[in-house]
Every structure is written in C-alpha cells, then in structure tokens.
C-alpha cells in the first residue's frame, strides 16, 4: 500500500537551480570532451581514453561507478535500522583491492583487452566468452534502469519533484557526454559527481551536529540505542549482518565488482601504465572509506534526530529509502537551495552508475560482438561505439520506465545480479589462477551455476536484500533452505562451487595435459611482493638489479610486469 508524499517543505526554484547545474555541468564536461578529441578517430580512443588515463581521476571514477544513488539513500537507513555494522565494508574494500591488484590487474592489462570477456575466449572457448558476455548485457540494462528509477521515486515521494522529468533529464543528460565524449568525459563527471556527492553528505552532516549540539551527543544516542553494537562475531550464516558476513562475504561481492566487472576494469586498464593502474585502486579505497564513512554517520545522525519518533512507522514515508530525503526536507527545508544539493548528490550517483555502465556495454559489444564477426575500419567503429552509446541510454531509460511496473521484482533482480557474479568470478579465477582448468570443466560448471541461478530462485528472492534473519524455530534446516543464508554470503559460495567442480571436472578431462600460454595465467613476478623482494635481493648481492634476469624473466611475456618502481629497478622493463 502506497503512502502520500510527505506534505511539509517542498522543492524551491533555488533547489531546482542547483539540480540543473549539476546536470550541466556534467553535460559540459562531454562537450568539452568531444571537442579537444574530435581529431581522434578510433574506438579505442572513445572506449578507453587512447590508454591514456592517470591514477588519480580514474580512482574517483572507480570510487563513483559503483557508489549509486541507492548508496547514497540505502546505507544511511541501513544505519538507522539496524545499526553501523556496514562499516566493517571498509575491510573489505582493502581486501578486494589487494586481490585485484595482484591477481586480475597483472592479467588483463598486459593482455591489452578492452573487453575482459576476451579473456575467456583466449583462455578457454568463443562459446563461454558469449555467455559471459550476454550476462553482462542483459544484466547491467536492468540493473541501469533500477539505478535510475528507484532512487528518483525516493525523492519524488519526500520532496515532491516531478518523477519522470527527473529520469528522463537524467537518462538523456547522462547519454549524451557519454556519446559526446567517451571514456574521458564519463571519467571526469566521475570526478565531479564524486565531490557532489560528498558535498551532499556533509550537509546534512553539519547540520544535525548543529541541530543536537554536537558529535558526542548523536553518538551517545547511537549508543544508547545499540546503533554502535557492531562487534558481532555470531558464525550463524542466517544473521544478516555480521563482522564475518560483512567482511568474508563483502570481499568476494566486491572482488567480483572491481576483478572482473567490465565497468570496473575498463578504467585501469585505460591507465598510461601498470603503476597508474594498481595506484588508481588504491586511491580509490580512500574515496571508498570516505563515502562509507559518511553514509554510516549520516545514519547514526538520522538515528538520533528521530530516535522517538519514526517516520516510516508512523507511516510518514512508505519506505526505508525515503528517511535520508525526509530528513533533508525536514531540517533543511527552509534554506532554499540546500535540498537541491542533497538531491544532486543523489542524482550524481545515479549518473556515474549509469555512465560507466553504457560505456561499458558499448565497449563489449563493439569487442565481443563486431569486431570477431566483420571486419570495420577503426573510424567507422569510433562511430559504431558512439551510436551503441545512445542506443544503450535509451534503453536504460526505457528500462526504468519498465521497472516502475515491476513492483517487488526489484529487489529480486538485483539479488540476481549480485548472485550471478559468484560464478563469475570462479569463472576467471580459474582461468587466472589454475594453469590447468580448461574449457570443459568451466563450460560444464557456469552452465550449470547460470542455470541454478535462474531457475531455482524462490518466490520470496525478493525479501532476501533487506529482511533481517528469521528466528531459528521459524527455519528448516540450512540444508532443506539455503536461502536463509545472509545474501552477501551467495558470492562466495557461488565462487567456491564454480572453483572446485570446474577444478574436479578440469582433471577428470585431462586438463593437467594441456600446456596453457603464461600470459593468461598469474605468474610470481606479477606480485608486488616479488618485485620489491627481487629488487631487495638484487641489491644486496651486486649493489645493482640483474637487469639481464629481469628481461628474461619479464621481457617476453609483457613490458609492463611489475608496476614497483624503485630507485635501482624498474621490473616493467621494456622488450
């Protein structure tokens, strides 16, 4: 049952002012872009900056991609409703980016791919490269068009903005510097809408410090109301939240997010180097950190505001997502202007989300699609990637317009997209981290992981996102109903599953026998312990590094092998 908008403060022209500056500007920087690149004519210059790209704009570009306006509005409440447990996400950024740092990035850049679903043809076969590749389309337009509508009917209900002027302006402003200017401009509108949305959170920040007196006073209620109890090291996987869910599941849902998602890779693969690549994931974990830890406060602030007086209990919004833009209307409704920064910031992480997300699908179809297929000039697929461009934003503004009548099916589909990068990242990790794996036993366990995933999905999928743990008496056994597990836990048990069985099916099929190209696979020295071991030892036996065995070791298989450099070594020694 639906509720009434909140009826109090509403949208001032000043609002609206800020909202279209912030759309502009972002439509600014595609011009811009357009015009000092409009001498370059390939798709890799449009697809991925002419690999060109430095650490620090593509770590906030990494930052927002997949810092949404779900982020923005969900975590917040989160906080509220059951406390700060989420920020142990922060370890878990760390983690993830330790990982793919040191397994993925090696691989995928120096392959030079743009697709990473090339990946899978070289490693295994054209047909599970297809799959993959299928997947990501079909699920990133739908996961797009949640982006865009969910967060908009948030706002629309609290602050009375008109629904559907809103994702249209959004959709058409963000398809068009993604057509107009590639990479690049999706790249640097990152960067602002990252400032945006930071911007929008300390607002809101310093105004409930102001409004309670204090810091010490919001974490005192946070206390008292057990918002702050997060060491809970309770091992039952049926508890939602906990420091090992959060952590040990967390990690393998975001590996899967930075390891091998398209959106993710395409940005440090576009890195002028190996170092700026590996740099830009780590800057990016401090962009991460400072999001995470803004959304967590700004909860425990929207926990204290209202600790004896719920809005969404008192039936005041119809939704968890509505108590940040509730709260924004409600203390700063009378300075005009201000909610429209809240907003824009909401919004701001809807663009990069989708941004990053068409630029992505126009870069796998062009790569996995076209070119294997016809042979096209590099102008004419400069061209192709633009139109797939607008093509893509047009369908995920459609796709939004489909998920306003999808009702409870959200929450579901987005269950689905997380689950099915499980399988996935098994899916690459054998490839990269098995030298015997082969085609067989990968083809055999995605197939069967994809088709598990899509056929023996319960009826209340929808509920597994946002519903607390059942009390045990409630339960069959974990073994009759998986599904009472916490949902962060199905990424890492869809990657163990796909490892071992593929590992299994792999030496049954004789992959043992096969000799795999070492390219493909990690080796030692794309480790960053090895290099600064090499270099360490190096100096020490001779005063000097063995650039002789640094050639040998790394001079035929990738000039950018280890991104370390010292002051006697650089291991990315060119051939």
């Keep these: ?89 922060g370890l878990s950024y760390f983690m993830s980016m330790v990982v793919t740092s040191e397994v993925f990035l090696p691989v995928f850049y120096r392959l030079s791919i ?32 949640i982006v865009i509508y969910t967060p908009a009917l ?31 401009a999706v790249v640097w509108t990152d960067v602002f809408q990252v400032g945006v ?32 109890d997060i060491w809970d ?66 909860g425990l602030c929207l926990y204290s505001v209202y600790k004896n ?43 990069s989300t989708v941004s990053s997300s068409i630029n992505a699908l126009a870069a796998v179809t062009v790569e996995d699609l076209i070119k294997p297929h016809m042979t096209v000039s590099d102008k004419k697929l400069s061209f192709i990637s633009k139109v797939l461009s607008f093509l893509y934003g047009v369908l995920c503004i459609g796709m939004a317009g489909l998920a306003s009548l999808m009702g409870g099916i959200l929450q579901a589909t987005i269950s ?6 499980g399988p996935l990242l098994g899916l690459f990790s054998l490839g990269i981290i098995c030298p015997f794996a082969n085609s067989k036993g990968c083809n055999l366990t995605a197939s069967d992981s994809f088709n598990r995933t899509s056929t023996g999905l319960p009826a209340h999928m929808s509920n597994i996102a946002t ?32 490892i071992l069985v593929g590992l299994f099916i792999s030496l049954v099929t004789g992959g043992w026998k096969r000799k795999v190209d070492s390219r493909l696979t990690l080796v030692k020295s794309d480790t960053t312990v090895f290099c600064i071991f090499k270099a360490l030892k190096d100096r020490l036996m001779t005063g000097k590094p063995d650039v002789a065995q640094t050639k040998e070791n790394h001079g035929n298989q990738n000039p950018a092998f280890c991104n370390i450099e010292l002051d006697y070594m650089k291991c990315n020694t060119p051939t």
């Design 197 to 228: 949305m930071l911007a929008g959170f300390l607002l809101v920040i310093i105004r409930c410090v102001v409004l309670k007196g204090g810091v010490g006073l919001i974490i005192s209620d946070s206390r008292q109301g057990g918002r702050l």
């Design 309 to 351: 007086c719920d809005p969404w209990t008192a039936g005041i919004v119809s939704a968890p997502d509505q108590l940040m833009p509730y709260l924004v209307m409600d203390i700063l409704g009378d300075y005009p202007g201000l909610p429209g920064l809240f907003v824009a910031a909401a919004y701001s992480g809807s663009l």
């Design 416 to 421: 689905i997209f997380g689950i099915i990068g």
């Design 467 to 498: 519903s607390p743990a059942q009390p045990d008496h409630d339960r069959n056994l974990l073994a009759d109903n998986w599904y009472s597990l916490s949902y962060l836990y199905f990424s890492p048990i869809g990657t163990i599953i796909t």
């Design 1 to 89: 049952m639906s509720v009434a908008p909140f009826v109090g403060a509403s949208f001032a022209a000043a609002d609206y002012v800020v909202f279209a500056f912030m759309l502009a500007v972002s439509a600014a920087i595609g011009v811009y872009y357009a015009w000092t690149d409009r001498a370059l004519k390939s798709s890799d210059d449009f697809l991925t900056g002419g690999r060109r790209l430095t650490a620090l704009p593509v770590s906030l570009s990494l930052t927002a991609s997949f810092m949404s306006a779900i982020t923005v509005l969900a975590n917040p409440a989160e906080v509220y409703r059951y406390g700060a447990s989420i920020v142990f996400y």
């Design 114 to 145: 743009t697709s990473i679903y090339e990946y899978l043809e070289l490693r295994f076969s054209r047909a599970t490269r297809l799959l993959g590749t299928l997947l990501f389309i079909v699920q990133t337009i739908l996961y797009t068009g």
């Design 233 to 298: 090291f309770d091992p039952k996987p049926q508890k939602r939240h906990t420091f090992w869910t959060v952590t040990f599941g967390g990690t393998f849902v975001w590996v899967s997010i930075y390891g091998i998602n398209q959106a993710q890779v395409q940005r440090y693969i576009s890195c002028k180097s190996i170092t700026h690549a590996k740099l830009s994931l780590f800057i990016n974990l401090i962009g991460l950190c400072c999001i995470l830890l803004s959304s967590v406060f700004a």
């Design 154 to 184: 948030a706002l629309n209900q609290v602050t009375g903005m008109d629904l559907w002027s809103a994702v249209i302006s959004t959709g058409v402003v963000c398809t068009f510097y993604c057509t107009m200017g590639g990479l690049k």
